[in-house]
């Protein structure tokens, strides 16, 4: 797990070596076990590393000097093993035990054709000095992050947006459609992000540069190939105990000690169940829950999942002030502009976490891959009747998240054209998908093109690796993401039930009251706590701030603010402001800072 970066330029700058270095300090927190950069002309490449397999010879850049071949890459290829003996048969000579050298090897021995063979979470940059090429690429479900801007003499490229900011000679202008997006949707998605020119390589897609600037895009995995079928659970089960068998003794390999964040729910249960299964030594678990809230959390039954499987637990209670001193550490961790709540208690389980472990296992992907959200159990004629509203994506994700009248009166004139654009990328994955496909295969499909990559997987990409964490997904092996795809709807939902497969699977690990009780989500009550002293401050400050007037109308602001201390619920839209004002400091007005861990919020929003 690392940080990766750099650039291909037809021409060589002069400063390129200085450039280089502070693509590289910009992603410090992402690898702060070691560096390397490698510079060649107009090629730069940088690293910075998380040493998880290999320990002592893993350093990167690594290269293929007899083939004129270099390489950097962030994430696990799980298949190592299995690979390395493959291509070593194949009269492949390896000069290192890192798993990241299969990726440079299965290049030499089938160019273009090697992406297929990888199994894992990765982004890379090789370099092909005989061709003359650079090759970008990102694993199948978008686990880890690539981004790249094209400039006049070629293209640069970076693990995360800061990076990229620190070659720039200034900050490019924002996108507003990305904007309206992130703020009617949590996060925005697809190519585009929050600055105009910087995209992102889309999961299970590779580009090629040459030298003479010229770019190929192709895409080597989609889920719509996946086909329905029909099958038995009995016949379901026996398939998946082999995947999940051997997804997990994959994603165990590891050099160094791991744990697990240990939600009150489903997902991360059946993975612990899985790690006692396979291992002997008690798990390292860590798990987080509220004071001061209305609802209730999921402590207790994170720590009874905990006592029956016998772990190292590590539950931790935040509070309101814990929780909101978090918002700008996340906000420079994530860089991606994005509004997620679970980032805040995210961003502080990864810090303990990290004083034990450098890797945790997480339960991402559960929902989207077996069909948990009460979202994928609308009826035909609820479908019907929302898609009548907001045509193009068969009902599903129709609803922004700020209510009325609130985008009427607080969005400024840019924002409130770009409105068109919010539904874009939810109706283009609708229609994207085969017709053989039922709606809740479509639906899965939106999500996990979308939300997953774009949101989800920003959050636990992003938050631990602020703090120099590997997040491990065993539910994203796009094996088990094809077979959940696949199953017919009426093994995996029924009426108040989602993930019906998942849980009747598990039934032979985890307790039948903990696998069927309703499901809550992960809610951090950041409503119940907007309010008081720092609804006060925030009050006087948010209004005049520079961001915020340029965006949006102050007035409308003002009103929102009196709404919500006059005990009218408008949290998700002040929150969503507040971040934003807070993101155009860190990344717009004075990019290059680094935020503590722990932060008053009020005090970085500057009133112009």
């Given at each position: ?25 910009a992603l410090h927190h992402r690898g702060p076990d070691d560096s390397g950069v490698y510079l060649r002309g107009g090629l730069g490449l940088a690293h910075t590393r998380l040493s998880i397999i290999d320990l002592a010879g893993g350093h990167q850049p690594l290269f293929d000097d007899q083939r004129g071949l270099a390489l950097v890459a962030n ?351 939810f109706i283009q994955a609708w229609q994207a998908t085969p017709r053989r496909w039922d709606d809740v295969q479509r639906s899965q499909y939106v999500d996990l093109t979308t939300a997953l990559p774009d949101n989800l997987l920003v959050k636990a990409d992003r938050m631990l690796m602020g703090f120099g964490l590997e997040g491990r997904v065993p ?102 402001l507040m971040q934003f004002a807070i993101w155009h400091r860190l990344f717009v007005e004075e990019p290059g800072q680094a935020p503590a861990a722990e932060e008053d919020p009020l005090e970085w929003i500057s009133e112009g």
């Open positions: 797990m690392c940080g990766i970066a750099g650039f291909y330029h037809r021409h060589p700058s002069p400063d390129a070596a200085e450039r280089l270095q502070r693509m590289a300090a994430g696990e290829i799980y298949n190592y093993v299995e690979l390395r003996e493959e291509l070593i048969a194949a009269g492949r000579p390896f000069a290192t035990h890192s798993d990241c050298e299969t990726i440079l090897q299965a290049y030499a021995e089938h160019d273009r054709d090697f992406l297929p063979r990888l199994r894992g979470m990765f982004a890379f940059a090789l370099h092909d000095e005989r061709r003359g090429t650079l090759t970008l690429a990102r694993d199948r479900l978008g686990i880890k992050p690539l981004f790249y801007t094209e400039t006049s003499d070629g293209i640069a490229f970076a693990s995360e947006i800061k990076a990229l900011l620190a070659l720039l000679p200034t900050p490019p202008a924002i996108n507003p459609r990305a904007l309206a997006q992130y703020l009617q949707n949590q996060f925005n998605s697809g190519e585009e992000t929050i600055f105009e020119g910087i995209r992102r390589l889309p999961p299970g897609s590779a580009l090629r540069i040459d030298a003479e600037g010229r770019i190929e895009r192709w895409r080597y995995w989609s889920a719509l190939t996946v086909e329905p079928r029909q099958c038995s659970f009995e016949e379901a089960a026996r398939e998946f105990d082999q995947l999940m068998d051997s997804a997990m003794h994959e994603h165990m390999r590891s050099d160094v000690p791991f744990g697990l964040f240990l939600s009150g729910g489903v997902d991360s249960a059946i993975l612990l169940a899985m790690l006692d299964r396979y291992q002997d030594k008690p798990i390292r678990s860590f798990s987080v829950g509220f004071s001061g809230a209305r609802l209730s959390d999921e402590l207790d039954d994170a720590e009874r999942i905990a006592h029956r499987f016998r772990t190292e637990h590590t539950p931790l209670k935040l509070d309101q002030q814990a929780v909101f001193r978090r918002l700008v550490h996340t906000v420079w961790t994530a860089d991606d502009l994005m509004r997620d709540y679970a980032s805040l208690p995210t961003d502080i389980l990864a810090q303990h976490a990290s004083r034990e472990v450098k890797v945790v296992f997480t339960g991402e992907g559960g929902d989207e891959v077996f069909a948990g959200y009460g979202r994928y159990r609308k009826s035909a004629l609820q479908r019907w009747a929302k898609n009548l509203i907001a045509p193009g994506s068969g009902g599903f994700r129709t609803r922004g998240h700020w209510r009325r009248p609130w985008p009427r009166r607080v969005f400024g004139a840019e924002l409130q054209a770009a409105q068109a654009a919010v539904r874009e990328p539910f994203l092996d796009h094996r088990i993401v094809e077979f959940g795809l696949s199953l017919p709807s009426e093994l995996k939902i029924k009426p108040g039930q989602g993930k019906l497969f998942l849980k009747r699977w598990a039934e032979q690990y985890l307790p039948h009251d903990h696998l069927y009780r309703k499901k809550r989500g992960f809610h951090v009550p950041v409503g119940d706590w907007l309010q008081g002293d720092f609804l006060a401050g925030l009050t006087e400050k948010l209004p005049r701030n520079p961001a915020i007037r340029q965006w949006f109308r102050a007035g409308g602001v003002e009103q929102m603010l009196a709404a919500q201390k006059a005990g009218k619920d408008a949290s998700r839209e002040i929150w969503g």
